[in-house]
């Protein structure tokens, strides 16, 4: 059909990475996420990326279903997280709800990206799901409830 091939993980991952790096050299650490979430998607679009901004995500759990769940910072291409951050420290917890994140979603690999740091080295946080085989059958992600 069309000449569009799906990117690798490394591809996409390492592109988001680049694209971070030189918008914090551009601007520095101390705006708001929203400012580097809106000039991150941007870049990546210019890049040729597939990018949604504050994606919705439902689920259902134990029977409830919660219609917006959580919002995802960026989705690139569908298949990579991108969960920013713009403070002094990143707490064990925004590593967790990224780990959260990319177990309900059934995705590999997510990026935690602080922008509020001096470097942009020690802001970057690869997180990667490792998939378990015994997930549970009862929780379900982005999908129609039965009638």
Partial sequence: MGEEKARSLDEITGA?????????QGLGPGLLESV????LAKELCRRGFRVERQKPISFEFDGLRFEEGFRLDLL???TVV??????????????????TYLRLLHLPVG???????ATLREGLSRIVNRLS???SPQLRVNQ???G
């Fill in 76 to 78: 690139v291409e569908g």
């Fill in 16 to 24: 988001i990475v680049d694209a971070a790096v030189k918008l914090h």
């Fill in 82 to 99: 991108v969960e920013l951050k713009s403070v002094e420290a990143v707490s064990p917890v925004h590593k967790k709800q990224l780990l």
């Fill in 144 to 146: 129609s409830s039965p």
């Fill in 36 to 39: 580097y979430e809106s000039l």
């Fill in 111 to 117: 990026l935690l990206v602080n922008f509020g740091v």
């Fill in 133 to 135: 085989p015994g997930e």
